[in-house]
């Protein structure tokens, strides 16, 4: 298994709150800017898009994919730093 980003561990250790997208592992300044621009400005909102889909691993990284053009490291970075989140907080 590979090792988490500082990003992720600190994204992870706490409750959501209004962190902004930019917070999410494997989201940086380009797709952040993408996600706002698809109405998707607070990380919270990209927590809503992962529990439409289920928390299904395929089915978020293809959403992220299409919709702000991230590669496959980004959309598992995002995809586990959510996953880990919902496991410890719901």
Known sequence: MSSTSQKHKNFV??????????????IGAVLSERLIEKGFDKAFMVLGQFLILNKDEELFKTWLKDTIGCNAKQANDCFTCLNEWSNNFM
Do not use: F, N, Q
């Not at 250790?13 to 494997?26: I, Y």
């Open 13 to 26: 250790s706490e409750p959501m709150g209004d962190k902004p997208v930019t917070e999410l592992a494997g």
